[in-house]
């Protein structure tokens, strides 16, 4: 891997866990892009039914979907007051109007991975269901949380490799519907995780080494199993299609906040990206509504920026961040991967703006701010989308960018949303850990 160095000054910065800012060159409009593509909208809509056919089952299973009506979803909160936080401490101007995805209060998991995780599992159920004749895919789902049926999903198995929300996700939904669980987890992965699952009765087997490792074994071990089915956060089109619904529920929220997003009115989105299941489905579904007015960034830690290593050489899962040097250890536990989504990375070249890295430091910064301006918490892992909005007006390749696109003079009209993406089921003694962390 010696030669990436010698022959690209962003993979030096790379290397050397310095903080950049990465414009995707492949990046092209959406009427060129949309065809080429191996997802498509038709994907997304069959994924809504299926949630919303999944709906009573999920009213019953997890009564605190009520009001949602069994939907599982997340309030948009305008957050002024972090704006102008961010802008006094940091001396940025964030034009437009900032807003926050509450996918960390998401029902269930408390995280993005409640989207895409648990349907996923509902998509396995349906078809297990059907194929045992219990279902015919035209009646009330509330049926499959019966004892019977409970009875009969226990003969299966679900497992799933993780660094913690996304198995959250799998595990709760899984073991009540009432699977055999199994996560394998990174070492590092919170220790409020592992004790959180295991005491929905899932078996968490750790790995010493890091993420990949985990998946790679957990893969292994379903494989041997006919009756054992691994969710493959890496490969999988259904996580995908199940984070991608979230973009249709955004326009209507949007709709309702009397926010129109054209060519007058650009949109810039920021997600926090670990293996890129989740930000790269969230950013199909948003290409899918609103085209080239909608502007995705991705944002990793330093020591983690697996999809910006991956994409910028072109070599996508065949590089991981330790070819680099780099560690993969990092305080945003949620995105310490070391190794890319080679199909998400595929997807995302004609499609994603660009990314941004940032040192583990400005995650607790960020929190404590959003927490003390907005009465929000959101998990470390998650803040790291603050950098989005605070250096997208700061940094030559961004403001390049905004040139290129014609939208200097439409900035003022901009809307701006942070992508929270977990903290609801963090234990109150771990916030306070994690207020208190300074680095």
């Known amino acids: 891997m010696e030669h990436l160095y010698e022959k690209d000054p962003l993979i030096q910065k790379i290397a050397a866990a310095e903080e950049i800012c990465w414009i995707n060159e492949k990046k092209r409009s959406w009427e060129s892009a949309r065809d080429q593509l191996p ?198 089109k259904n996580l995908f299609m199940g984070y991608a619904v979230a973009a249709g529920r955004l326009h209507a929220q949007l709709d309702d906040f009397g926010v129109t997003v054209d060519e007058g009115h650009p949109l810039f989105v920021y997600i926090p990206c670990g293996v890129g299941g989740a930000p790269g489905g969230i950013t199909f579904g948003l290409k899918e509504i609103w085209g080239d007015h909608v502007h995705v960034f991705f944002i990793e830690p330093t020591q983690a920026p697996c999809m910006v290593l991956g994409m910028a050489t072109g070599l996508h899962n065949q590089i991981c961040v330790q070819d680099v040097g780099l560690t993969g250890i990092t305080h945003a536990d949620g995105l310490a991967v070391g190794r890319p989504s080679g199909f998400v990375g595929k997807v995302m070249e004609p499609l994603l703006s660009g990314e941004f890295t940032l040192e583990d430091r400005w995650l607790y910064e960020y929190m404590r701010m959003l927490w003390d301006r907005e009465d929000i918490f959101i998990e470390p892992s998650s803040c790291a989308a603050f950098a989005g909005p605070v250096r997208l007006m700061d940094c030559d390749g961004t403001r390049e960018y905004i040139q290129k696109h014609g939208l200097a003079d439409r900035m003022d009209q901009a809307v701006q949303i942070v992508w929270a993406t977990g903290g609801r089921l963090v234990p109150e003694e771990i916030r306070e850990e994690y207020r208190n962390t300074r680095l």
């Open 39 to 236: 997802v498509t909208a038709e994907e997304i809509e069959d994924a809504r039914e299926r949630l919303d056919r999944f709906a009573p089952f999920i009213r019953k299973c997890f009564p605190e979907t009520e009001p949602e009506n069994g939907r599982i979803e997340s309030v948009l909160t305008p957050i002024p007051g972090m704006q102008k936080a961010l802008e006094e401490t940091y001396g940025c101007h964030i034009p437009g109007a900032l807003l926050l995805k509450q996918d960390n209060a998401l029902a269930v998991a408390g995280s993005v991975k409640a989207r895409g995780g648990i349907y996923e599992v509902l998509k396995h159920t349906e078809d297990l269901a059907i194929e045992a004749g219990i279902i015919t895919g035209e009646e009330d789902y509330s049926v499959l949380a019966s004892e019977k049926c409970r009875e009969f999903f226990s003969q299966y198995k679900i497992q799933v490799g993780s660094t913690g929300n996304l198995g959250l996700s799998i595990g709760i939904a899984s073991a009540a519907i009432g699977y055999q669980v199994t996560v394998h987890m990174s070492a590092d992965a919170r220790q409020w995780k592992k004790d959180m699952l295991r005491s929905h009765g899932v078996k968490v087997v750790e790995y010493a080494s890091d993420y990949s490792e985990a998946v790679k074994n957990g893969r292994k071990e379903s494989d041997a199993d006919p009756k054992s089915y691994f969710v493959d956060d890496e490969n999988s």
